[in-house]
């Protein structure tokens, strides 16, 4: 498990492995969706993507 950390202003820095995994890159926009008891749902879409409800959801 990765542990992040919320700097002052808000915003979250991920670990380079974490972002390998994923396939993200400079550019690439990640969509966060709510879901029920504290845990979210991550996509990922290409850099200049502008529909990110069309991407299939990262599967552990």
Known sequence: MTTLTITAKGQVTSRKGVLAHLGVRPGYKVSLEKLPI?????????????????????EK
């Open 38 to 58: 504290g845990r979210i749902e991550v996509k990922i879409g290409a850099a200049g993507c502008s529909d990110l409800g069309r991407l299939r959801p990262i």
